[in-house]
């Protein structure tokens, strides 16, 4: 005999249970108290259970006016950075009856086709991070309700911004060097349009002019391995040399490692090295790098609750995320000067 494939419907539950369509609508809406009894209700859900009933959820939502997901707008996955933000998003949109849709955007490629015939009837909302807002402009999510990451406060797209204290991690790292005995800087920025990094360069330079005898020079790259092998190569054979480099992340700084021992320059004997965000690559060089901690997946976990507040009418909690500086080998007193 052929197997009965037909999917159960709501008609089905309630002509099993004996009840109407509506109090099967109550019941399993879960919003029933008052109107239908526990007996009722009880039986209306082992007749859902028995008959293995699913509620087409897409087509409820649609007709409420929302399809509870949400599009976390990232750049391309190529650190675990993102992947951590995605995860503390996802765990709280999970908790609030949310779905999360990750949306990368690569540099170099542009963002990925918009997945969406129309992100307004798609989406319920939008996180971004600033280092992929021209996706933004793809898919139309500035039109939606909008929390933004690691963004202007002041002149941000969104409703709500959640940023990370990069300006003091970044001022942990200028005391800590400083500390040591630091004076003569190279700054290794990212070579990526964000304001994010803009804080880093300007927090830098700000904290250095205060101390009388501090030089700073800076060189771009592009945030890989190689080409920040590249620029710290042509940083030091065109300039004199300093006795710190400080790089606007971990991957900065493994090229500039590299960079360094290929000069024949020893890490921290001959230069000091730090980083900016504790990935796993910080303690896979040797030696282990100085770098400042960021918590990823609280600044998704964050991010989500900035839009479900903004969801609801309330106002998001205010106030940047704290970062730790962490202190490994790569920095060391300079040595003397000749």
């Not at 620029?231 to 065109?238: G, I, Q, Y």
Request: aromatic share 4%.
């Amino acid at each position: 005999m052929a197997r009965n494939t037909t999917r159960p419907t709501s008609r089905d539950v309630a002509h099993a249970a004996g009840v109407s369509q509506a109090a099967v609508s109550l019941v399993l809406g879960d919003k029933w108290r008052g109107r239908v009894s526990e007996p009722t209700a009880e039986r209306v859900r082992q007749a859902a259970h028995d008959l293995g009933y699913r509620p087409n959820l897409a087509a409820r939502n649609l007709r409420l006016g929302h399809t509870r997901t949400i599009l976390l707008v990232v750049p391309a996955l190529t650190t675990e950075f993102f992947a951590g933000v995605y995860t503390g998003a996802a765990r709280i949109a999970a908790q609030h009856g949310f779905g999360l849709v990750l949306y990368p955007s690569p540099e170099g490629i542009g963002p990925a086709r918009n997945p969406f015939a129309s992100a307004q009837a798609a989406l319920d909302g939008v996180i971004a991070s600033s280092m992929a807002a021209d996706a933004l402009t793809a898919i139309r999510g500035d039109q939606l309700p909008l929390v933004m990451l690691d963004s202007d406060p002041h002149g941000s797209l969104g409703a709500a911004t959640v940023n990370l204290d990069i300006a003091d991690g970044t001022r942990q790292i200028a005391d800590h060097l400083l500390g040591l005995g630091h004076h003569h800087f190279l700054h290794l920025a990212a070579d990526v349009p964000s304001w994010t990094f803009q804080v880093r360069a300007d927090t830098l330079a700000e904290r250095l002019t205060t101390v009388p005898g501090t030089t700073l020079r800076t060189t771009r790259s592009p945030m890989a391995i190689e080409d920040a092998r590249h620029a710290v190569t042509h940083a030091l054979r065109d300039g004199p040399h300093p006795t710190a480099v400080v790089c606007d992340d971990d991957k900065l700084a493994a090229g500039a490692y590299k960079a360094l021992r290929r000069l024949g320059l020893r890490v921290p004997d001959d230069i000091s090295v730090t980083g900016l965000d504790d990935l796993a690559l910080a303690t896979a060089i040797d030696p282990e790098l100085t770098t400042v901690r960021l918590d990823a997946e609280l600044f998704g976990e964050r991010g989500m609750h900035a839009l479900l507040a903004v969801l609801d009418g309330r106002t998001p909690d205010q106030g940047d995320i704290p970062v730790h500086l962490v202190v490994r080998g790569s920095t060391a007193p300079p040595p003397p000067r000749p």
